[in-house]
């Protein structure tokens, strides 16, 4: 896929994706919406497959390969849930999934990706160990490297996800995602863009990662140096492909305190009983800190993702 | 309401709890599904209003009410989902409620009972000291009192999530709830009996506060005394009413472990993403401690509340 995707491109993805993933519930809460005085429509994309959004990218890209690519596999280096989503979506294609991972990643994860059958190499914790350990895997295997979020069939899968929300509750007034990579950001940004323009599109962003606010701002990419945040999904910094649409769809950018996301994290679990990352409550707490710009407003939010350390919560 | 709820009844319950329930979303996990060789639907009542089913039935009788019983209030006692469940119905309905509640109860319930702007008066931790504290109440003010189980207007508010199972994924090989007072189980149990008779209803309980199980044994009510278990939403006793419609059209009782409630909870926290208290996790636990009476199951099963101190979780 050498251009951003087309609406066409994104129904299909949709289309190729439904019998595979889940169509997440779209959840409300009365308790919340009076807190911030807004009516706020959650996409409760924690509760998808692996349990995060990125699934839908993941299996879209894997679905789309040819058989000839397929037989060889898909490779990636990650330690979230990225990984994850690849092994699963290889699994359903019945292909091998080659994951590079971080010694140091948390046991939970590496038994995840193990448990969907992947084959694990684990290198040390850097970019360029990750980088030149999935290069030798590639040219041993031939297997496809998917990008986690700067490919245009990872983006057309994010896409999916907020045309399954405005389909069950209508064109809210607002959409907000977080922003790391951009994958479901650009991807949101393209399907409102399609499809109601008039919707503002706004993402939400750590104030001790902001990268992707900064090169907002600048008008050209700035990547992360040193990121500092809980919300650990929403570390690396935009793509020049996810910068591009971005830069294009996006209205603006709001950046908010770790504070901030502890504070809405534990808001939702206590009040909507559903499991987020700290990724997924940034658009809450940006509404929080913000919230002078923000009144009465319908706001569709997507949730990212579920996959937590239920021995380290961020309170207590 | 002097006898069992009709069907009819049970679904004008439906029809007047509609607009202020949460129609709760069912929920698969084929995660959960490979590892007890069954195909579970899970009706979430975790997030429905309040965090619990407790809501359907304290909303059915709240809103059943004459105007004259009506402006004189409602009134319970409990230290749990049924206390927030008839503050909110009350809220809703804009009367008076006057909740009883054990002074040693956890802040969280306080705090919760008191948003939803109900009356709370404290008493001792003991049976007695509430009922007596509860009964001046209701001297005084004529408000009605709620009890959280035994009676037909509350089972007849509980018995329409099941009806909202069957209606989204059709009928399951079988139906399991927790059982403590019995008021969702005889509820269910009733829809499932008028609705479709061949569907096994199965109860589930822990071996730490059976007597719903022993009581079915013997068949007669025989009261807890000094239960066990972390699944604090259990410890209460079957009432009659409740009783003999589980009597009736219940076709067994299951109990588990300690241990197993806990891995319960910790695998539907961990796989599905949601919130669940202990309580919740007593059906899976069941099918996972008498896996050689389940295989390759259709098993519908009611997630009853998500209510739980986020500081203290049964593991770590």
Not at 114 to 128: H, N, R, S, V
Request: charged letters at 20%; proline letters at 6%.
């Amino acid at each position: 896929m050498m251009h951003p995707p087309s609406l066409v491109e994104i129904r299909q993805a949709a289309e190729r994706i439904k019998p595979y993933a889940h169509r997440t519930p779209v959840l409300t809460c009365q308790a919340i919406d009076e807190m911030v005085g807004n009516q706020l429509f959650f996409k409760c994309e924690n509760l998808q497959k692996v349990g995060a959004f990125k699934f839908r990218g993941a299996c879209n890209t894997v679905l789309s390969l040819s058989e000839a690519e397929a037989a060889k596999g898909v490779a990636t280096h990650s330690s979230g849930n990225h990984a994850q989503a690849i092994a699963l979506a290889a699994r359903m294609r019945n292909i091998p999934a080659y994951i590079v991972m971080p010694e140091n990643s948390p046991e939970v994860k590496k038994r995840a990706v193990a448990g969907y059958g992947a084959e694990i190499t684990f290198c040390k914790p850097t970019l360029q160990a990750r980088e030149t350990t999935l290069a030798a895997i590639v040219e041993k295997t031939g297997a496809t490297f998917i990008h986690p979020y700067n490919d245009y069939r990872v983006i057309c899968g994010q896409a999916t996800a907020v045309l399954e929300l405005i389909n069950e509750v209508g064109n809210p007034d607002i959409v907000m995602t977080p922003v790391g990579g951009g994958g479901l950001l650009s991807g949101t940004a393209l399907s409102m863009h399609y499809t109601a323009p008039q919707v503002r599109v706004i993402a939400a962003e750590p104030a001790g990662a902001d990268d992707a606010f900064r090169s907002f701002q600048a008008g050209h990419l700035i990547p992360s140096e040193n990121p500092q945040t809980i919300a650990d999904g929403l570390l690396t910094s935009l793509g020049d492909k996810t910068f591009d649409i971005i830069s294009r769809h996006v209205e603006m950018i709001l950046t908010c305190s770790e504070d901030g996301i502890r504070q809405a994290m534990r808001t939702i679990w206590e009040r909507m009983k559903i499991i987020v990352e700290p990724s997924c409550a940034v658009p809450l707490a940006c509404i929080m800190e913000h919230n002078e710009q923000f009144k009465d407003q319908r706001i569709g939010i997507i949730l990212t993702g579920g996959n937590v350390d239920l021995e380290r919560l961020p309170w207590g």
